[in-house]
C-alpha cells in the first residue's frame, strides 16, 4: 500500500470521469444486468459513489473488501446480527459505545440472543459457550480509552471458531489496522473521524476474507441503511486529508494529556500515549499513533463540571467526536446517561468523568481555554 500520506490524497482513480481531478457524483441506482455477471451488489439499491467509498475505506483498513452504511449504529448492527441467531451468544467488551450498549442491553434481547462482558482476555476466555458466535471489542473504548490485545483476542477466537469484530472508530486506520492483527470484521462510525467535520453521519465496515460477504450484504439488504451519492462524494473529500488531520490531533492529545497529568485539580488521566496508562505497552505494541481521544476526571462535583464547561471559550461543550473541532461532554449525563448510578459506577464512569475530543487547533490554545475555566469555577 502507498504511504498513508498518499494513500488518503490518492486512493482510486475515478472510473466514471478520467480527467476529472476527483471523482464524480453518479446518482444512479438501476444498472443493465445482461452482459454483466458481476453486478457487486444485487438486489441492493447500491451507487457507484457508495462502491468507490467503501472500497477506499477497505484499502486502508487493508481488507479485502468493505461496504458503507447511513450510519455508525447501521454498520454495528448489521456486523452483529449478521452472524446471530435467536439462541445465539455474544460477548462484548464492558467498556463500550453507549449506543451499542443500548443495543446490547435491550435490542438483542428481544431477538432471543444472549449478551456477556468481558474486561481482558480470560474474561473473554471464561465466558465463551458452545453457542457463542461472536466476540466485540472496541479498543482504544470508550469512554476510558481502555486497551485490548488485538492478537491475543484473536488467537482466542480463531481456536473457538468465533468471529471478531472491532469497532475502531476511536483509532482510525492511520493508527491501527485490527485486521492485519487477526480480526475478521472492522467496524467504523464514519461520523467521526473519517468524516472528521462533525456534518457527516455515516458508518462504514471492513471485512478480511470474503467469506463473508454474501451473509452480511443479506443483512444490509434487510435492514437498509443505505448512504447517499452525494454522501458519499463528501465522504471521500474528508477522506484525503484523514492523515494529516489524525496525526495534528495524535500529537495535541499527548501534550494535552501531559499537561493534564500534572494538574492539582485533576484527579486522573485516561490517555493510552501515557507511559502511566496500565495497557500503554500494548497500545505501542498494536498502534501506530495513541489517538486524539482522551477522558480525565476533576476533583469536584457535579455542579462544577456543569460550571467548568460553561465556562469554556474555545472547546465546545457538545456531543459527538473525531471533529477539526476540539469537543468536551461528560458521559454520565451523555453518552451513558441511560444508565442507573450504580451501573455507570461499574464500568468506572463516574459524575466527574469529561471526554476530550481534541481537534486540530493549536494545542497550547486549548490548555489555555481549560486553564481560565478552571480559574473561573475556582479548581
Not at 500503554?280 to 501506530?288: D, E, L
Amino acid at each position: 500500500m502507498k504511504n498513508f500520506d498518499t494513500g488518503c490524497v490518492h486512493p482510486l482513480k475515478s472510473e466514471l470521469y478520467n480527467s476529472a481531478v476527483t471523482a464524480g457524483i453518479q446518482p444512479a441506482v438501476s444498472y443493465e444486468y445482461i452482459g454483466h455477471d458481476n453486478l457487486q451488489y444485487p438486489g441492493f439499491y447500491s451507487t457507484y459513489n457508495q462502491q468507490r467509498l467503501g472500497q477506499i475505506i477497505c484499502n486502508m483498513e487493508q481488507g479485502t473488501w468493505g461496504m458503507v452504511f447511513s450510519s455508525g449504529m447501521a454498520a454495528i448492527s448489521t456486523a452483529i446480527l449478521s452472524f446471530l441467531n435467536n439462541g445465539a451468544h455474544i460477548i462484548f467488551s464492558k467498556d463500550l459505545y453507549g449506543g451499542t450498549l443500548k443495543f446490547a442491553n435491550e435490542e438483542l434481547p428481544k431477538r432471543g440472543i444472549a449478551c456477556s462482558f468481558a474486561g481482558d482476555v480470560e474474561g473473554f476466555k471464561n465466558l465463551i459457550r458452545s453457542n457463542t458466535k461472536i466476540m466485540y471489542i472496541e479498543t482504544p473504548s470508550n469512554p476510558l480509552l481502555n486497551i485490548l490485545p488485538l492478537e491475543e483476542i484473536a488467537d482466542v477466537a480463531k481456536t473457538n471458531n468465533i468471529i471478531t469484530i472491532i469497532d475502531n472508530t476511536f483509532a482510525s486506520p492511520i493508527n491501527q489496522l485490527p485486521l492485519l492483527h487477526g480480526f475478521d470484521i472492522v467496524v467504523h462510525s464514519g461520523t467521526k473521524y473519517l468524516g472528521g467535520h462533525n456534518d457527516l453521519p455515516y458508518g462504514a465496515l471492513v471485512s478480511g476474507s470474503h467469506d463473508n460477504k454474501e451473509v452480511i450484504f443479506d443483512t444490509a439488504k434487510m435492514y437498509g441503511g443505505s448512504l447517499t451519492p452525494y454522501e458519499c462524494y463528501l465522504a471521500e473529500r474528508s477522506l484525503k486529508t484523514l492523515s494529516l488531520r489524525i496525526k495534528k490531533q495524535n500529537g495535541n492529545a499527548f501534550v494535552i494529556a501531559e499537561y493534564l497529568k500534572g494538574h492539582a485539580s485533576v484527579e486522573s488521566v485516561y490517555y493510552p500515549g501515557l507511559s502511566a496508562h496500565p495497557q500503554h505497552n500494548i497500545a505501542k505494541q498494536q498502534m501506530s499513533g495513541f489517538g486524539g481521544m482522551l477522558s480525565f476526571e476533576l476533583k469536584t462535583g457535579v455542579e462544577s463540571i456543569t460550571a467548568f464547561q460553561q465556562k469554556l471559550q474555545l472547546v465546545r461543550p457538545a456531543l459527538s467526536l473525531g471533529g477539526v473541532e476540539s469537543l468536551m461532554c461528560a458521559p454520565a449525563v451523555t453518552s451513558h446517561r441511560y444508565l442507573s448510578k450504580e451501573e455507570r459506577l461499574a464500568i468506572g464512569i463516574k459524575d466527574n468523568l469529561l471526554r476530550l475530543s481534541v481537534g486540530i487547533e493549536d494545542a497550547n490554545d486549548i490548555i489555555e481555554d481549560m486553564q481560565q475555566a478552571m480559574r473561573q469555577v475556582s479548581l
